[in-house]
């Protein structure tokens, strides 16, 4: 059982686009949801992360959507560039002595 | 301040051996968390050390072990390989219970 899915699997974007990843959860418990960048032969690195308090949240180019209702969340890359080419994942958690729970993730490919 | 380190960074085994894994965590940090990340599967949870103590575990068989020292580093093991548990295995720290979680590049581990 997928506990969050994550589209699109792979992604290309003209360079100066916007990026769009999206994510779905069921588990009303969540109360976290971090992103993930993670370039080939290097561990994910934390981007920006959420909690439901608030629908948006943005650092730099990167801005998270959060729609509680729906039960989903987004990942925005503005201006996007060929150096963000890398695997995002989305991930998400309950309070207490819970994982995370990541997404598959999706293949971003910036071309100039 | 130093990353999370794993060690080894590659490692190639034949199937039934066993094999150790190590993970040092940022300083300060207690919690350590271990994945398990595939192409097919992508990050699978195996299992959260806090204060030296397994506070979860996720689905994998006994065959997937782990143990946290005073320090803080962590080991898991692995014993009678199988092919299918060649993949990445991530190390991740944080400071406490359900804080944000930090990353080590990985361990490849090929079975053959």
């Known amino acids: 059982q997928q506990q969050v899915k994550q589209s699109p699997q792979s992604l290309i974007v003209q360079k100066g686009g916007i990026s769009i990843i999206n994510c779905a959860y069921e588990?009303?418990?969540?109360?976290?949801f971090p992103w993930y960048q993670q370039f080939p032969g290097k561990g994910p690195a934390l981007l920006i992360a959420i909690r439901p308090d608030v629908s948006e949240k943005k650092e730099g180019r990167f801005t998270i959507s959060f729609n509680k209702s729906a039960k989903q969340f987004s990942l925005h890359i503005m201006d996007s560039q060929p150096g963000d080419s890398a695997t995002y994942f989305c991930?998400?958690?309950?309070?207490?002595?819970?994982?995370?729970?990541f997404g598959k993730g999706t293949r971003l490919s910036v071309i100039a | 301040k130093a990353g999370v380190t794993q060690t080894p960074r590659y490692l190639i085994k034949t199937r039934g051996q066993q094999v150790t894994l190590s993970c040092s965590p940022i300083s300060g940090h207690r919690s350590v968390s271990w994945y398990q990340q595939t192409p097919g599967q992508g990050l699978q949870f195996l299992f959260e050390?806090?204060?030296?103590?397994?506070?979860n575990k996720g689905n994998f068989p006994g065959r997937f072990s782990g143990r946290q020292f005073s320090n803080s580093r962590s080991e898991m093991n692995v014993s009678t390989l199988e092919l299918g548990d060649s993949a990445l295995y991530l190390c991740?720290?944080?400071f406490g219970q359900g804080g944000e979680q930090y990353f080590g590049p990985g361990t490849r581990l090929t079975v053959t």
């Open positions: 991930a998400a958690k309950a309070t207490g002595n819970t994982p995370l729970v």
């Open positions: 991740a720290s944080s």
């Open positions: 050390y806090f204060s030296e103590t397994q506070r």
């Open positions: 588990n009303t418990a969540f109360d976290y």
